[in-house]
């Protein structure tokens, strides 16, 4: 008989996953214990039960499960590495948990969902719970949903994603289930309290009942809007926030409030599900909307139409239906088909929403241009399409197109166009509405305000008032500088009443909120090296832009104040000026302005100096005192001296005074006309710079050059030109006039005066600085003479960047155009020049004939085409952004089968970048986007030549229009090699240049770590280069976050590839690209060295993650424990300024990339590869040389020094140093672990052992940090240290074995396997049996898999040592085959190929042998340890440090398998070589009585200090969660430890424990304290129980007197136990088995006599057997004497006595049923009856030698009977198959027999009413019989015969009633019945025959047949034959309709199925449902025949036939 307590022995992570249910259910309570004890989140322990987590939740036992649902619990909320298990186990929760019947599990289920969302992993939570809702069980459903709606409801909608649970909502609305409907319901009420209204369009098309009823509960629901209740790990602040808000009495703060609007807001169209409709549109709808009638036309569009109306369209080519509609709107002449049109382009783009975008160039201008049809509903119409195209675009791309038609002949489109612009400003923000595009609008507005038509008028108001609200005042006024006040004011008053839709704004306006938000960070950083400005930092604390600006401009020389204020100046009349300015000047000043006397007119001159130099700028009349300038002479003054301070003057008044553009116009004629002059042209100069100051540049370099351009002076020419390239370079260009300077330019270039052609060059060259190549194009016209000398000068510039202004409105604004600048531009001037070039509309030149020939079928025709386009191109220089039909034609080009025409394409899309400028940015998505294609493209000069393209477009748009969208994210998703090369090596270049990228870059995440694991190793690479630029823009957090969705494999890998990106991250560019901000980076943290330029990184980022020990490294200056990327280069140069002997500071020295270095010129073979049998001298020098950079200088000397002392010395340095610099040690890993190598080659053992302490302490601490060796470095170290493993001296291996063991946490075990796998080789036989037996260690730690290269190889090498000379190399040989035995069974065989005839004996013995040893788990089978003391065991023999012997005690029940993986962390001082998991193995104990003496007494626990204070309530009760009270903790912890000790090997511990255990039992207040222990305490029991029958009894040694007191302690402890009921009750069936089997074994111990006072033992063992059977939980004791008298009878080699004691037990057991039977669960108890006949059936019973167990069990089923009566057979559910059981049959029998009997005596049956018991009688027995007889119809075998006994029935009592038979059942069935019976009529009056077709073959139905499921498991656990598996597989197959035709005689028979072990009422409740239901489903099936199916032959069924009919009569009568 197999012995249960095997398991006991075993590990808990083994015992979790036992065959046994008792076994996995006493694991998982341990496991629970030990995860609520372990207090390391990331400690190596939870890494054991990753793989097992899913069988917890899914185990078939619900005992069980139920626990293993409390760990798992644990397991997720405490352990670091849980979010690996989530899929699986959520899977596994939803079809295992959410079915079951208990309402526990259930809520354990949901609990385990939602505290895996807790920590992070949301998404896949919500993937498995949706899949959950596809399930055909109806109560799963219920759950997911019920789950879902709990994580809504804690988390919120952030977390929780409302898409994918509104897209499934309508289908649950539709579920037949109530139960479905209802909880579907309260979900929906849930989302709405989320995202209110967005919900009502997804569930539009539901049941309108359902609906209103939604309706109603939503209106009860609050108006205040949620929050969220429970946090992320990742949301601790925002919980803590959350928490302070609470207890301030709920006032939210402003952050919170914003949060909870943010949730309000979820966008409804992102919960509906697209629509594709271009494959619906009619077939001929390009036909009919070219049609000449309009009725044809119009019903093409209203098809469309009809489309149109899905609210989300399916993303396509909508290209010509876009084109078409296009055409209907701008060229059809019915109105009404044109409003039609608008609104199918407005379904369209509000269907596709940002997928429309690329279309909406096209349609604008045609729209546009239709507004000047007057019809209201066209009109409306049409604004409608342009609304909703401008939400699918941005206001740049389509800037051009308004701007067009803004000065149309047509009032309408004008108005339009402004009321259009004007809507369009409402949905925007400050940050989407830029100056720059702000600007050109504005002065086509402000034409509009002075129009003739007032419609235009009042559109253009109401348009400058939108911007003026959206963007403030102060950012519109400059640009109404001419408007007068009553203009102003209306706009002003317009801005008043604007509502603005704000962030809701589709035109992107919430997307692009966050880079504005996200500005001014990256602002901040460059602005500290900087330099001088020192201003700036404050102002940008003040926040957001618009704060920002105000505090800079007074910060300044504030210019820009009288810009925006007093730019508005009327032209005041001579009369007025003198008065002012006699005011302010001397009366004696003002006689003499204009005296005849020069010299009187200097002397007034003067004074007005002195005056205008004290004035105050206030009160300063500028335009006062020029004109008295101006006053005659004015400019026509001849002596040069009054003139200069004339000049002068005007300077001093333009600097001092507030001067507007009216004062300069004054005076400038006159300082252009002196510019010239030699002697005044300076001041002159100074004159005009000053008024360029005041009245900014542009405007008066135009009049400037106007002016000298319309004199005939050449030197003033000439002068102005010098002038003004002067003050370009000290202005800045901004807002310079470019169209208006290049005419004059041209006209100064065709001077005859060279001096003023010199000039004009110089001016170009100064242009060309700021403008670049494109100023060239404008002057290709020129003589090649002049082009060449213009080509000179810009050959000059070349390469210079324009110098930063020094003076005017852009040096004041710097700080504020830096922070209101958008990155576009940061892009410099650039822009605003290319918007300044004259452009070409080309659009009329690309005619329809040029695009069809493009399209043509001919290539040549094609190439044509192409040519004449780019003729067209090169025509312009120069073309505006409206190009036609060309996109879409060059687009069809780009993938065009002749290369070169695609490369053609390629040429003319660079020439349009060119010529286009920056607003080809609105073509990006059209045409840029199939460039990136292209890159794909198998030719490499095609991929060259779409990578100039690309880089031409990007030069001109910028990259932020490329990032945007999805775009790039599905290019990335092609499985295209080059394409994805070529775009990733793009992308790694160009977003290190960016400062801010748009959020959609977040969008290629999933696809460049796709591209990490691509085929291509190219692909891998440039991915793996373009890691480290993607994360300085997303960040490493977020990466990491995205990569939650990867498989577990895959994610490890990119996790650590993104640990590395983040070492080499690049630093955001500096704001604004000023020259050398970069290199004066040194001023920013005063702490860095200015020896670490390697580290260009913001300063941000040196904070971000300090590390714990910053303080051990002051040395190095770096700060923060120098991360991966610092240079310390300060270290060595301190250590060698200083003597040698100075040895503070740290010894490794961390040089970035060194190891990577060092890598590659290995590779390369630039250095020797690390690879000898025995070291020579060019290695050791080469390591030396290495090492000289990565280590202190001493340490070095110490290291390569001949005496071994040294050596010593410096690995003790090493070991000090090694914690606190890690980051170092890790730099230079390989070359620590290359010069340990050779150590390995000395003969002096201090050194070796040293060395080996070393490493074991670097490899517990890599384990630690979670390093993973490189294959660099593991190939370099590991096979000599395999060559020490056959090191002669024991302490040696030993320790090596302790390091091999470690390196499996740091490598991969399958890469360790190949090279101990080599070391099998050795001629060292030692080495090769420890090389062996390591081996065996990694497959039985490891499984299968570990086998490299693979199984087959690995296990042929391993089997040729079964045959070598030496016994200890075939003994561990044959462990290791054993163990792979033991991994993978039979198949061994075959993996190991041929073996001679001995060494295969040999095999065969050892695993005969092994199974033998241990029957139950022989899995792990333990190697044999006589024949060497160098196991794994042998590392335990070492003394252990004191501090960790009670922890043995502690876990001595849990006997743990030594896998030693993990190390104990406060073992490392010690005995660092001491792993944390060990077993202790009992054989080990019995035999070994030394080890008692190792064991310290016990501590005597005081249990009364713990036990008084604390009532415990019952812990059934008690939901178990992670957060005990800590008494009630320590209370629990106590009594297991001293539980464990019960079964102790030595009889002292165990009796001072039971002792113990006594003294709590015996004191009623105490002893609840044992509740929830008790299978526990009985476990450690009969534990104890078998060893002192296996050992104790045994041993000779012992004095029967201890061994008598341990038995009486036990006895005694039983005693108190099972006197107190409600603990007695907690024993489970299984442990009660056990006790049983141990207290008859000791009762049947012959042994036991002999000992002193032996027979009164044998009496309290008696007396305790009784009260045991008395106080026990009935069932469960009914239920473990069954089971163990099966067992017995089983089992040959007991004793016949043994089961002759438990049926004695059985029949005092069924002498008490009277008085019990309530309190039995009958259902149980006939399952294990059943159970027990299937094992032995009457016939198998009855030949068995005693006839006692057949009497027992007639006799139990007897007593049941007359107890319960008929009502018995109603608790047969449990039993699946009840037809087949022989019980029922008995059953039956019996109780058909009492009633007979007992007449009417029977009281059981009177339960049904008021009727007379006779009356009753004849009830029950008449639907009795109809229900057997139904019961048959309703089965497979029986059914005709019981038709035909209906058929009978009917026949004798024609009145009876059979309808309450028939109502409960389908249709379907009643009319079977009737078609059956009038069958059965038709053939006995021989009427006619059954047709054929009627009758369904036999196996039709057979697949629906429920059929035992029971699990075949024999009482010891062992899986039983391959029979009873076959058995399983076939009912499975059968369930799933895979097997048609099951023939009786495969089946095995019966008897070979052993019953399984019933466990527990649960397990067994919650089959039943199932039961339940397959028989309802096989009822259905059945009733879908039509005609009976059996077809037997009708000799045997009329003697059967003729039985049931007089049994029938006899009934009757």
Excluded at 584 to 605: F, H, I, T, Y
Excluded at 785 to 814: C, N
Aim: aromatic share 6%.
């Amino acid at each position: 008989m197999g012995d249960d307590s095997e398991w006991m022995k075993l590990p808990v992570d083994q015992k979790c996953e036992h065959k046994i249910w008792k076994a996995r259910l006493n694991g998982y309570e341990e496991a629970l214990k030990l995860f609520q004890r372990i207090e390391d989140e990331k400690s190596p322990e939870w890494g054991k039960y990753l793989g097992l987590l899913k069988k917890f939740v899914t185990d078939s036992n619900a005992v069980a499960q139920l626990k293993g649902l409390e760990a798992a619990l644990a397991y997720i909320e405490n352990a670091h590495v849980a979010g690996k298990t989530t899929g699986e186990v959520v899977s596994g929760v939803v079809c295992k948990v959410f079915n079951q019947p208990k309402a526990r599990a259930k809520e354990l289920g949901a609990d385990i969902c939602l505290m895996y969302i807790e920590i992070e992993k949301a998404e896949v939570v919500q993937d498995e719970l949706i899949k959950g809702l596809d399930n055909k069980n109806p109560k799963i459903i219920v759950t997911c949903i019920e789950t879902l709606r709990k994580a809504l409801c804690e988390f919120g909608s952030k977390i929780i994603t409302l898409k994918p649970v509104v897209k499934v909502l309508p289908k649950l609305f539709e579920s037949r289930e109530k139960a479905v409907r209802d909880e579907a319901k309260l979900l929906a009420v849930e989302i709405y309290r989320w995202i209110r209204d967005a919900l009502r369009a997804p569930l539009q098309n539901i049941n309108s009942v359902q609906l209103k009823d939604l309706e109603e509960e939503w209106v009860k629901l609050p108006t205040t809007a949620p929050k969220q209740s429970r946090f992320l790990r990742s949301q601790q602040d925002l919980k803590a926030k959350f928490e302070q808000q609470q207890a301030a009495g709920g006032d939210e703060a402003d952050g919170a409030d914003d949060e909870e609007a943010e949730v309000a807001q979820v966008d409804p169209y992102e919960l509906l599900e697209a629509v594709e409709i271009l494959s619906k549109l009619p077939k001929d709808f390009y036909e009919k909307i070219e049609a000449k009638k309009w009725q044809e036309r119009k019903e093409a569009l209203e098809a469309v139409e009809a489309l149109t109306k899905n609210p989300k369209l399916e993303n396509g080519d909508y290209g010509d239906l876009v084109r078409a509609l296009k055409k209907v709107i701008g060229k059809d002449a019915n109105v009404m088909l044109v409003a039609m049109a608008a609104k199918c382009l407005a379904g369209l783009a509000a269907g596709l929403r940002k997928k429309f975008g690329t279309y909406a160039g096209l349609v604008v201008p045609t729209i546009l241009e239709k507004f000047k049809e007057k019809k209201p509903q066209v009109v409306q119409a049409l604004q409608e399409a342009i609304d909703a195209v401008f939400l699918t675009t941005t206001l740049q791309n389509i800037s051009e197109d308004v701007l067009g038609v803004m000065d149309n002949k047509n009032p309408s489109i004008k108005q339009q166009a402004s009321l259009f612009l004007a809507r369009s400003f409402c949905r925007c923000t400050p940050s989407t509405l830029p100056k720059s595009v702000l600007k050109p609008f504005c002065a086509a507005f402000l034409k509009q305000v002075n129009d003739s038509a007032p419609e235009v008028r009042d559109a253009a108001f109401e348009a400058l008032g939108t911007a003026m609200k959206v963007v403030g005042e102060k950012a519109v006024n400059p640009f109404l500088t001419d408007v007068d006040k009553l203009k102003l004011d209306k706009i002003k008053e317009c801005a008043d009443k604007v509502e603005l839709v704000g962030k809701k704004g589709g035109g992107g306006g919430e997307k692009k909120e966050k880079p504005a938000a996200k500005a001014p960070p990256p602002v901040e950083a460059p602005a500290k090296p900087s330099g001088p400005s020192k201003k700036a930092p404050p102002a940008k604390a003040a926040g957001p832009p618009k704060k920002g600006k105000p505090a800079t401009a007074p910060s300044a020389k504030s210019k820009k104040a009288p810009d925006t204020k007093e730019i508005v100046e009327t032209e005041l009349s001579l009369e007025v000026c003198e008065e002012k300015a006699a005011a302010v000047l001397p009366a004696s000043c003002m006689q003499l302005l204009d005296s005849g006397n020069w010299k009187e007119r200097l002397a007034s001159m003067e004074e007005f100096q002195r005056a205008v130099e004290q004035m105050d700028k206030s009160e300063m009349p500028c335009q006062a005192l020029v004109r008295m300038l101006a006053k005659k002479p004015g400019w026509k003054e001849t002596n040069f001296q009054v003139m200069q301070m004339k000049l002068h003057i005007v300077g001093l008044i333009a600097k001092k005074g507030l001067f507007s553009k009216t004062s300069a116009l004054v005076v400038l004629d006159g300082l252009v006309d002196k510019v010239g002059d030699v002697k005044c042209g300076s001041n002159a100069k100074e004159g005009l710079t000053a008024i360029g100051e005041a009245c900014s540049l542009p405007w008066t370099a135009e009049q400037v050059v106007s002016l000298a351009f319309a004199q005939k002076n050449p030197k003033n020419q000439a002068e102005t030109l010098n002038w003004l390239a002067n003050a370009m370079k000290e202005f800045g260009f901004a807002g310079i006039n470019v169209k208006a300077f290049i005419n004059n330019v041209k006209t100064a270039l065709g001077a005859t005066n060279p001096a003023v052609r010199t000039s004009a060059i110089a001016l170009l060259g100064v242009m060309f600085l700021y403008m670049g190549a494109p100023l060239r194009m404008f002057f290709e016209d020129e003589k090649p003479a002049l082009l060449s000398q213009i080509d000179a000068e810009f050959e000059k510039m070349q390469g210079q960047s324009p110098p930063a202004p020094i003076r005017g409105a852009k040096k004041a604004g710097a700080e504020e155009e830096g922070d209101a600048a958008e990155e576009e531009e940061v892009d410099g001037g650039s822009a605003d020049i290319m918007d300044l070039l004259p452009r070409t509309d080309i659009s009329d030149k690309i005619t329809y004939d040029m695009v069809s020939k493009i399209s043509d079928k001919n290539w040549k025709v094609r190439k044509e085409g192409l040519d004449e386009v780019a003729a067209v191109i090169s025509d312009a220089k120069f073309i505006q952004a409206s190009i036609g039909e060309l996109p879409m034609a060059l687009k069809g080009r780009l993938n065009d089968s002749n290369k070169l025409l695609v490369q053609q394409t390629l040429n003319i899309l660079q020439q349009i970048a060119t010529a286009m400028g920056p607003s080809l940015k609105q073509h990006v998505k059209n045409l840029g986007i199939p460039v990136i294609t292209v890159l794909g493209d198998s030719k490499s000069n095609v991929r060259a030549a779409a990578m100039t393209t690309l880089n031409a477009w990007v030069e001109q748009t910028g990259m932020k229009e490329w990032l945007e969208g999805e775009d790039l994210a599905e290019e990335l998703k092609k499985e295209n090699p080059f394409l994805r090369q070529e775009l990733l090596g793009w992308l790694a270049e160009k977003l290190p240049t960016l400062r801010t990228v748009p959020t959609d870059l977040m969008l290629c995440l999933p696809n460049l770590y796709a591209c990490l694991e691509d085929r291509s190793g190219d692909v891998r690479k440039k991915a793996q280069d373009a890691l480290p630029t993607f994360m300085m823009h997303l960040g490493y957090e977020k990466m990491v976050k995205a990569t939650g969705k990867l498989k577990p494999a895959s994610k490890d890998q990119v996790v650590g590839m993104l640990e590395k990106a983040r070492a080499v991250m690049p630093a955001k560019p500096a704001a604004p690209a000023k020259a050398g901000a970069s290199k004066s980076a040194s001023s920013a943290p005063a702490a860095k060295p200015a020896s670490a330029p390697a580290r260009n990184q913001s300063p941000s980022e040196d904070f971000s993650e300090p590390e714990p020990k910053p303080d051990t490294k002051k040395a190095k200056p770096a700060g923060p424990a120098a991360k991966k990327g610092v240079v310390g280069k300060k270290p060595p140069a301190k250590v060698g300024a200083k003597d040698e002997e100075d040895r503070s500071g740290p010894i490794f020295i961390l040089v970035p990339n060194g190891k990577e270095q060092r890598i590659k010129e290995e590779r390369a073979l630039k250095i020797l590869k690390w690879n000898f049998t025995t070291p020579r001298d060019e290695y050791v020098e080469q390591l030396k040389t290495q090492m000289s950079t990565s280590l202190a200088k001493w340490l070095q000397d110490e290291l390569f020094h001949f005496d071994f002392q040294r050596h010593v010395k410096a690995i003790g340095a090493m070991i000090e140093h090694m914690e606190a610099e890690f980051d170092a040690v890790i730099g230079c890993l390989d070359l620590v672990l290359k010069w340990f190598t050779l150590r390995f080659f000395d003969t002096n053992t201090s050194v070796l052992m040293k060395a080996l302490e070393f490493l074991k302490l670097l490899f517990l601490m890599l384990n630690r940090k979670n390093y993973q060796l490189s294959d660099y470095e593991a190939s370099s170290f590991i096979p000599y240290l395999i060559l020490k493993v056959g090191e002669s001296k024991d302490v040696v291996r030993k320790d090596v074995r302790a390091i091999l063991t470690m390196l499996c946490n740091v490598y991969a075990a399958s890469k360790v396997f190949p090279l101990l796998l080599d070391g099998t080789k050795s001629k060292n036989s030692k080495q090769r049996s420890e090389c062996l037996e390591e081996l065996g260690c990694l497959i039985e730690n490891f499984g299968m898999n570990v086998c490299q290269p693979s199984p087959a190889k690995a296990l042929k090498e391993i089997a040729t040592h079964i045959g070598d000379r030496d016994t200890t190399v075939r003994n561990a040989a044959l462990n290791t085959v054993l163990a792979a035995y033991n991994a993978c069974g039979e198949q061994v065989f075959k993996l190991i190929g041929n073996l001679s005839e001995k060494e295969m004996s040999m095999l065969e013995e050892r695993i005969k042998r092994s199974a033998k040893k241990t029957p139950a788990a022989p899995t792990k089978q333990e190697r044999p340890q006589k024949e060497h003391p160098t196991n794994p065991n042998a590392t335990f023999l070492r003394k252990p440090a004191q501090e960790e012997v009670p922890n043995k005690l502690k876990i001595m029940y849990r006997t743990y398998r030594i896998q030693a993986r993990a190390q104990n962390a406060h073992l490392e001082q010690s005995a660092p070589s001491i792993p944390k998991e060990f077993q202790l193995d009992l054989d080990v104990f019995e035999n070994n009585h030394t080890c008692a003496s190792d064991i310290p007494d016990l501590v005597q626990h005081k249990l009364d200090e713990v036990l008084e204070p604390v009532m415990i309530p019952e812990r059934k009760m008690r939901p178990v969660s992670p957060h005990f009270d800590d008494i009630h903790n320590s209370t629990a912890s106590t009594i297991n430890f001293v539980i464990s000790q019960v079964a102790s090997g030595d009889i002292n511990t165990s009796i001072q424990a039971l002792a113990q255990i006594d003294e709590v039992l015996r004191q009623a207040d105490k002893a609840e304290a044992m509740s929830g222990h008790i299978d526990q305490f009985l476990i450690a029991t009969f534990m104890q129980l078998r060893l002192i029958y296996n050992t104790h009894m045994a041993d000779d040694r012992l004095d029967k007197k201890d061994i008598f007191k341990l038995y009486s302690c036990i006895i005694g402890n039983m005693l108190s136990l099972f006197s107190m009921e409600s603990l007695a009750r907690e024993a489970s069936m299984g442990v009660l088995k056990d006790l049983m089997h141990g207290l008859i074994t000791l009762m049947l111990d012959s042994r036991v006599e002999d000992i002193e006072d032996g027979q009164q033992l044998i009496r309290s063992v008696n007396l305790l057997v009784v009260r045991v059977l008395e106080k026990s939980d009935q069932t469960n004791i009914l239920s473990a004497l069954l089971v163990l008298l099966q067992d017995s009878l089983i089992s040959t080699a007991g004793s016949p006595m043994f089961s002759e004691l438990v049926m004695k037990c059985l029949w005092r057991m069924i002498r008490f049923l009277p008085q019990t039977i309530n309190s039995i669960n009958l259902d149980r108890i006939l399952l294990d009856v059943h159970n027990f006949m299937k094992v032995f059936p009457k016939e198998k019973l009855k030949q068995l030698k005693s006839d006692v167990p057949h009497r027992t069990l007639k006799t139990l089923l007897h007593t049941l009977c007359r107890l319960t009566g008929a009502k018995i057979l109603d608790h047969m559910s449990m039993i699946e198959n009840r037809n087949e059981s022989e019980l029922e049959a008995h059953l039956r029998r019996v109780v058909k027999h009492s009633a007979n009997l007992s007449g009417l005596k029977s009281d059981k049956s009177t339960e049904k009413g008021a009727l007379r018991s006779d009356d009753k009688l004849i009830k029950a027995k008449v639907s009795d019989i109809l229900s057997e007889i139904f019961k048959k119809i309703g089965s497979k075998e029986n059914t005709k015969e019981g038709l035909t006994e209906l058929y009978e029935y009917k026949q004798k009592y024609s009145d009876a009633d059979l309808e309450p038979f028939l109502r409960n059942t389908s249709q379907f069935f009643q009319s079977y019945v009737e078609r059956g019976l009038r069958m059965i009529e038709s053939e006995r009056e021989g009427k006619g025959r059954i047709q054929t077709s009627t009758v369904i073959p036999q196996h039709s139905t057979d697949s629906y047949l429920p059929s035992s499921s029971a699990v075949p498991i024999s009482s010891n656990g062992e899986d039983l034959n391959a029979a009873a598996y076959y058995e399983r597989l076939k009912i499975l197959r059968q369930r799933r309709g895979l097997e048609n035709s099951t023939p009786e005689e495969d089946r095995p028979p019966l008897s070979s199925l052993r019953p399984s072990v019933a466990s527990s009422t649960d397990m067994l409740h919650s089959k039943l449902s199932q039961l339940k239901e397959s028989r309802e489903h096989f009822q259905q099936e059945q009733s879908h025949s039509h005609s009976p199916t059996r077809s037997s032959s009708p000799a045997s069924n009329l003697d059967d036939l003729k039985k049931r009919l007089e049994r029938i009569k006899s009934n009757r009568q």
